[in-house]
């Protein structure tokens, strides 16, 4: 019977060891499996593991412990086999040819993965052209912009049309139009097309749209892995802006710590958490105190971004006890 799950990744570990000879562990008992045919957003900041994981993924780093399969293939016992199934964007550009051409570059890694002839060329031209390269396919692609570069090598990850896509930060560097065209193919990827997206983005707004399911890591550990929808439930009934006329005295936002306070346009904003109605009271009664008048107060609909941010000052402040 095969697998729901595209990757399936067991008590994986990685621990690098510094100059000193101090040891740093990127990666924790990972265990993580991505379900096959959706978008799978892994979200972390930076150093949280999230580049490294992908490269074990990929072969390109050794674990120190655990495992990962790729489809049917342990990536350690049967590594050509299983990444023939993954087509990667890894850190930018860093997996194209610079002295080559946008044309040759998607040869030659059309080549690597088994595609030839009449296939590949007629799969290069579909990609150059979806991406607006065509007309420069045959300069070199040392002559293009951060953004240019940045799209034919998200062309090589998917030339050979593998089963899993790995895109790590893929709108880098990509101006508003190219970003939008990155992110509506990612989504065609899945939705269309039935391949495994696994992305990495800052873009939370990004991952909040286009993908099935979310994977939060820090420090090597996952704080969450749960269906976007699922995720942002957890927060909805708890969480509110309210807004005031004029502005707060001075010192008197750190009697509201709980909530973050902005002004705009000479009125002030609260948002935040609040556990449950007499909370919120409590909240509107000062607010009436400092003789703010009342211009509106709902329940707010969590965004990815603010689900993040919770979970990791969570996570800290769980460490600092």
């Not at 990127?26 to 593991?49: H, I, R, S, T, W």
Request: with cysteine.
């Amino acid at each position: 019977m095969e697998s729901p799950f595209a990757i399936q990744i067991d008590t994986l570990s990685k621990t690098y060891r510094q100059r000193n000879g101090a040891p740093i562990q990127a990666v924790k008992d990972l265990n993580l499996c991505v379900p096959a045919g959706q978008v799978f957003g892994f979200l972390g900041p930076n150093g949280a593991g999230k580049t490294t994981t992908i490269k074990m993924i990929c072969g390109l780093v050794t674990p120190t412990s655990g495992r990962v399969r790729v489809g049917r293939y342990d990536v350690w016992r049967h590594r050509s086999a299983a990444v023939r199934q993954i087509g990667a964007v890894l850190e930018g550009t860093r997996n194209v040819h610079w002295p080559l051409s946008a044309w040759d570059n998607l040869l030659y890694f059309g080549h690597l993965k088994g595609m030839w002839g009449r296939r590949l060329t007629r799969r290069a031209e579909q990609l150059l052209r979806e991406l607006d390269l065509w007309d420069r396919r045959k300069d070199l692609v040392r002559t293009f912009s951060r953004g240019m570069q940045q799209k034919v090598a998200v062309a090589c990850a998917l030339v050979a049309d593998p089963p899993i896509v790995l895109l790590d930060e893929p709108t880098l560097g990509l101006d508003v139009q190219a970003a939008r065209t990155v992110r509506d193919m990612v989504g065609r990827l899945a939705q269309e097309r039935g391949k495994t997206v696994v992305l990495t983005t800052h873009q939370l707004d990004m991952a909040q749209k286009l993908c099935d399911r979310v994977a939060i890591i820090s420090k090597g550990r996952i704080l969450a892995n749960e269906p976007v929808e699922e995720l942002l439930h957890l927060f909805s009934e708890e969480h509110y802006q309210i807004k005031v006329e004029g502005r707060l005295p001075v010192g008197v936002a750190d009697c509201f710590d709980e909530l973050t306070v902005e002004e705009e346009n000479g009125n002030t904003i609260l948002r935040g958490p609040i556990a449950d109605q007499d909370a919120l009271y409590d909240v509107l009664d000062r607010l009436r105190g400092l003789g703010l008048p009342l211009l509106s107060a709902s329940r707010a609909e969590p965004d990815l971004e603010g689900v993040f941010v919770r979970m990791l000052d969570t996570d800290k402040a769980r460490e600092e006890r």
